[in-house]
Structures are given as C-alpha cells and as structure tokens.
C-alpha cells in the first residue's frame, strides 16, 4: 500500500523556520516526482513546490520562491520542505503528494494525513 | 499565477447529473492535457477522481467523468449519490508550476 506519513510543523513566529517532513513506503521513491500543497484555514487549496524523481527539477510557486526549498533523500525514501522567513499568509495545513510521472504529472495520488503551520507571534 | 475559476456551489438531487466547470487561461487549461480533479470531504485530505482530463484512477466510480474544452475543463458527477456531496477542486498544469481552481461545493438535495 503506498503510503505518506508527514511530520514536523507546529507554531513558529513571523521571520522564523521549520522543516516539514513526508515519509513515502509502498512505491519505488526515486520513480515519481513529489509535490507539496497547502490550505489555509477554510480556504482552498495551493501548490507550493514540487520536485522530479531524481531532485534535480525542481519548481515553486511564486508566493514562496526564495523563502522556501523542496529537497528529497531517495535513499530514506522522504520528502523535505524548508520553509525561510516564514509569514503570517504562509499559515495552512500542508500536505505532500506523490505525482504520477518522473518528471511531472500532475496527478497527485495519495496525499500524506496533512500537517499544520501556525505563523504567529 | 491565478487560480482557475469554479462556480461557488453546485447542487443536485440523488439520481441527477451536475457538471462542475473549470476556467483558466491558454497559458494552463488551454495548452496541457494535465489537468486533474480532487475530492475534499470535510477534515480529510484531497482524494485524486479525474487525471489528465478525463482518466479515473482504479476505484473511482465510472459516474465521474471529465471533459475539456478549449480554456474550460469539466467535471461531471452522473447518478449523483449523497456520499458525493463534498468539495471539489480542479488542477491545471501550467509551464513550471501548477495551479489549483478555487473549489466548488457539491450539496446533494
């Protein structure tokens, strides 16, 4: 069964980090790309960043480009987002997904349980 | 880059059909094939029903279906059931990054 099991996120001030975390098992990692979308308390949803199989495409939206960085260990079968200079509007539940294709896909199927960001002093 | 238009809301009574549509621009909708729908019920993560138009994955009932039209995508739920009332959103493909529609709210009568 393929799985995505997210962890990290918390409260964090405006200005500051943190580190998400997506644990992928049941599929061959390095095939797909991944990808990270997010949602804002009763909003709807958001593409952030995705990344191929290898980790060497990468893509962001413009809303986080600069601030935030998509990485992947294939050996450890997970997927990162570091998240700089973290703002207030960045507050949402985030999920990560797997894509449908090395490069992109666009199908995102499954998605990880979700994980939320608090940004707030 | 903006979010594809959805209607609002959406309804139906059990047995009916309702098309949910899509709008984006010849830069997204218009000049890829990879466009793709999700399920959202309340609390829950988003649930992948329709991909590159108009393909359901393995275990999505055949009432879902998907279509295209120049900018507009469509999706339609046929021998609408009451566990369908739920939040749908539409993805389109768009050069370097993706984008999502802004949702649409399915209420079964």
């Known amino acids: 069964e393929v799985q995505l099991l997210q962890s990290g996120g918390g409260l964090v001030q405006p200005g500051g980090s943190l580190r998400l975390s997506c644990a992928a098992s049941?599929?061959?990692?390095?095939?797909?790309?991944m990808t990270w979308v997010r949602q804002a308390p009763g909003k709807g949803l958001e593409w952030v960043s995705g990344?191929?199989?290898?980790?060497?495409?990468?893509y962001y939206a413009d809303s986080v480009k600069g601030r935030f960085t998509i990485s992947r260990d294939n050996p450890k079968n997970t997927l990162y987002l570091q998240m700089n200079s973290l703002r207030a509007e960045d507050t949402a539940i985030y999920y990560c997904?797997?894509?449908?294709?090395?490069?992109?896909?666009?199908?995102?199927?499954?998605w990880g349980q979700g994980t939320l960001v608090t940004v707030s002093s | 880059q903006s979010a594809l238009t959805q209607p609002r809301s959406v309804s139906g009574s059990p047995g009916q059909s309702v098309t949910i549509s899509c709008t984006g621009t010849?830069?997204?909708?218009?000049?890829?094939?990879?466009v793709s729908w999700y399920q959202q019920h309340p609390g829950k993560a988003p649930k992948l029903i329709i991909y590159?138009?108009?393909k359901r994955p393995s275990g999505v009932p055949d009432r879902f279906s998907g279509s295209k039209s120049g900018n507009t995508a469509s999706l339609t739920i046929s021998g609408l059931q009451a566990e369908d009332e739920s939040d749908y959103f539409c993805?389109?493909?768009?050069?370097?990054?993706?984008?999502f529609g802004t949702g649409a709210k399915v209420t079964v009568l």
């Open positions: 997904a797997k894509d449908s294709q090395f490069i992109v896909g666009g199908a995102f199927d499954p």
């Open positions: 990344l191929s199989g290898s980790g060497g495409t990468t």
């Open positions: 590159d138009v108009n």
């Open positions: 993805c389109s493909f768009a050069g370097t990054s993706f984008v």
């Open positions: 010849s830069s997204d909708v218009g000049d890829y094939n990879y």
């Open positions: 049941g599929f061959t990692f390095t095939s797909y790309a």
